[in-house]
């Protein structure tokens, strides 16, 4: 049984809720990723920030990214998969939420992000076309 930290990209990291969008986009950009987890003071994951987000929530509303808190760009539901949850699992969670990147917890700890890259490098062709399916669905 392959599970989700066998799937993941280690070495997650997160931005802070009262950091800014600014933060966030030079985090991606440094590290080489698209989307970052929000975490809040307590460490716990209150959502997901992505390239795109910043785009359309900061750039194009017109606000100033070094003013406009990371916090505020969080989802309602932070949507997480347990580091030891099977394969299917990870592919249920992402299909159902409509996420691209998952971030994978250990108990409440950030430890890894299941990408769709991720997904296709590790499972079955059929499994990733699926997801990808599923995902471009409107």
């Known amino acids: 049984m392959t599970t989700a930290r066998e799937i993941m990209s280690g070495g997650a990291e997160c931005v ?3 950091q800014t969008a600014a933060d966030a986009a030079r985090m ?3 590290l080489g990723v698209g989307a970052l987890p929000i975490c809040g003071r307590d460490d ?3 959502g997901v920030v992505t390239d795109r ?3 359309v929530k900061v750039l194009a509303a ?3 990214p070094e003013e406009f808190p990371a916090g505020s760009l ?3 539901e ?3 998969i347990g580091a030891d949850d099977d394969a ?3 592919l249920a969670t992402m299909t159902r939420h409509r996420v691209r990147r998952l971030p994978v917890i250990d108990g409440t700890r950030l430890v890894g992000m299941i990408a769709v890259a991720d997904v296709a490098r590790t499972l079955p062709h059929a499994k990733t076309g699926d997801l990808v399916e599923a995902l471009s669905a409107d």
Do not use: P
Request: charged share 40%.
């Open 16 to 18: 802070r809720t009262d």
């Open 44 to 46: 716990k994951i209150k």
């Open 53 to 55: 987000d910043l785009v």
């Open 88 to 90: 299917e699992e990870v």
């Open 28 to 30: 991606m950009a440094d």
């Open 74 to 76: 969080n989802q309602a």
């Open 62 to 64: 017109g606000r100033s």
């Open 78 to 80: 932070a949507v997480t």
